[in-house]
């Protein structure tokens, strides 16, 4: 009998091009990858994967057991979600991952109110690390995922994933208070062609929008630091060092020294609920999307207190 871990390494290796690549999306060793591949083969009797430039190409009847292999695990989620609709109690774990402002401003009231809801729900939440949540969702480490997407950057869903909106996101220009345009009611990009920004590391998603953004208006974007968090940011542009684009949701308090000015037109994210479409556990799914969806109206419907004191306590 075929061993369906042995094929799911199969399948990984067709789907990402390489043994390596296979090992990171299943966070494993490349050796442990080969290892499975070549238990494989034996199994089967036959050559699966030869070498091709760098990477490696599958053979016929490899590609035969991966089909195979990808309709053995469907079947799978459709045994699970079969199971799951019989059960009277949405139950069972399930994962959640936002990035980190969502994580900060969304998750905990969104978490809270799936267990408040379904008490025999096990949600266990995991702040996201990596900018490309997609490959978690595909190898079954997460089941809901929070994501954004800019209005210039659009969030486009490999196939098999679906989505569910949330809410928008509105972005201010934080700006050291002493900085010539700090009073003014509102700001263009457009005026801030010579403006050291304080930023999020290379590579990442609101990195590469920013740059894109800039750029598109004709700028010659001077990023002179980089932060992951959007406090070290904030301390950054109060010490004078530059300004940054901070958006509103997760962010509590504004250091002395700092003044958020809204953008003209307004820089705006939208934020969504993200999972596999065939997923097995279904109604847990929907459970956590529906709280998230609470959550949200919530958020949108009564800020937080410190979102109306920004520019008093920055000018403090």
Not at 93 to 117: S, Y
Request: proline share 5%; hydrophobic share 50%; net charge positive.
């Amino acid at each position: 009998m075929l061993n369906l871990e042995r094929l799911r390494a199969l399948q990984a290796v067709s789907a990402h091009g390489s043994v390596a690549a296979a090992a990171d999306a299943l966070h494993v060793t490349a050796s442990a990858i080969s290892q499975q591949l070549a238990k494989l083969e034996r199994e089967v009797g036959e050559t699966l994967i030869e070498r091709d430039g760098r990477g490696v190409r599958l053979t016929r009847t490899a590609s035969v057991l991966v089909t195979h292999a990808m309709r053995a695990m469907s079947a799978l989620d459709d045994a699970e979600s079969a199971i799951d609709a019989r059960r009277v109690a949405v139950a069972g774990p399930i994962t959640v991952t936002a990035f980190a402002t969502a994580a900060r401003g969304l998750a905990p009231r969104a978490i809270a109110e799936l267990r408040r809801r379904h008490p025999d729900l096990r949600a266990i939440f995991k702040e996201q690390r990596d900018d490309d949540v997609f490959p978690l969702l595909d190898r079954r480490d997460v089941d809901v995922a929070i994501e954004a997407e800019w209005f210039n950057r659009p969030l486009v869903l490999p196939e098999g994933l679906s989505k569910a909106f949330l809410l928008d996101d509105v972005a201010d220009i934080a700006m050291p208070a002493r900085h010539a345009l700090a009073q003014r009611r509102s700001v263009k990009l457009e005026d801030l062609r010579d403006a050291a920004w304080i930023c999020w590391h290379e590579g990442t998603m609101c990195h590469d929008w920013l740059l894109k953004t800039l750029r598109g208006l004709g700028h010659a974007p001077r990023v002179e630091h980089t932060a992951s968090e959007h406090a070290t940011q904030l301390a950054l542009v109060a010490a004078g060092l530059g300004c940054a684009v901070m958006p509103r949701l997760g962010l509590e308090t504004v250091p002395a020294g700092v003044v958020l000015v809204p953008s003209e037109p307004a820089l705006r994210r939208r934020v969504y609920a993200v999972w596999r479409t065939n997923a097995p556990q279904q109604r847990a799914i929907t459970a956590a999307v529906d709280a998230f969806k609470v959550a949200a109206k919530a958020l949108v419907a009564a800020p937080p207190a410190a979102a109306g004191r920004r520019r008093r306590v920055a000018a403090a």
